[in-house]
């Protein structure tokens, strides 16, 4: 089946280490995002990424990185400059050349709780 | 810049009863699109529906039924009877055409819970 895979589902980090969330879609979309939910605020973007080897800052990218060098995976590194990590991640990819250009479809999300 | 508020932060309701969710944007564009998605407990964002803004036919599907309304910038979401299954948190989103990156911003959202 189609569709957006993320792993781990719980990950525990303690401060000061970083700790990489993996993406992976097989739904061979061009765009793939990175969100940050919070209890209560709704979902921010951290990074996005409209094509391979390419990808641009969200509204809140301090404290993380990304890479994009395969169409599949857009793996997030959460660094330990981030001061507050604790959070639900979710994944999310989207098709520009396809008829509805700007779905997003979501992964199950990773829960991160710095200890 | 474009706007969703989802007024309501937690709904509360009893199985079988009728249950409306508020979706108010903002945006400066003249083609634009709508969404609604579901988050259960789980956590995993579903799709619901997408709307483009020259489309204004209320859309039903089953008991999920939707209000888009220009004239008030509103894109109300409908639950007919509902049920306890349809508890979730309900996101309203909006993405801007002009942009070109279709990145869509999406409301605080809006926690139903029906009770049995």
């Known amino acids: 089946d189609g569709g957006i895979t993320q792993s781990p589902k719980y990950l525990f980090r303690k401060e000061g280490q970083n700790v990489t969330l993996s993406c992976e879609q097989n739904?061979?979309?061009?765009?793939m995002y990175w969100y940050r939910q919070d209890p209560g605020q709704g979902l921010r973007l951290i990074y996005y990424s409209q094509i391979v080897n390419d990808f641009q800052k969200g509204d809140i990218a301090e404290g993380y990185s990304v890479s994009r060098e395969k169409k599949e995976s857009f793996p997030l590194t959460v660094t330990s400059a981030q001061k507050n990590p604790t959070a639900f991640y979710l994944c999310?990819?989207?098709?520009?050349?396809?008829?509805?250009?700007?779905?997003?479809?979501f992964g199950p999300g990773t829960r991160l709780t710095v200890l | 810049a474009q706007k969703v508020t989802q007024a309501q932060t937690e709904i509360s309701v009893v199985e079988k009863e009728d249950v409306t969710l508020d979706c108010v944007y903002e945006?400066?564009?003249?083609?634009?699109?709508l969404f609604w998605y579901k988050q259960p407990p789980s956590g995993e964002l579903v799709f619901l529906i997408r709307?483009?803004?020259?489309?204004?036919q209320n859309e039903i599907s089953g008991r999920y039924s939707w209000n888009f309304q220009k004239s008030t910038s509103s894109f109300n979401f409908t639950i007919t009877a509902s049920q306890v299954v349809d508890s979730a948190v309900y996101f309203c989103?909006?993405?801007?055409?002009?942009?070109?990156?279709?990145?869509?911003?999406f409301g605080r959202g809006t926690s139903l819970i029906v009770h049995p």
């Open positions: 739904l061979n979309h061009d765009a």
């Open positions: 999310a990819s989207s098709n520009p050349s396809g008829d509805s250009t700007d779905t997003q479809y």
């Open positions: 989103a909006l993405s801007e055409a002009g942009g070109g990156s279709y990145i869509p911003t």
């Open positions: 945006t400066r564009d003249t083609t634009y699109y």
């Open positions: 709307r483009n803004s020259f489309d204004e």
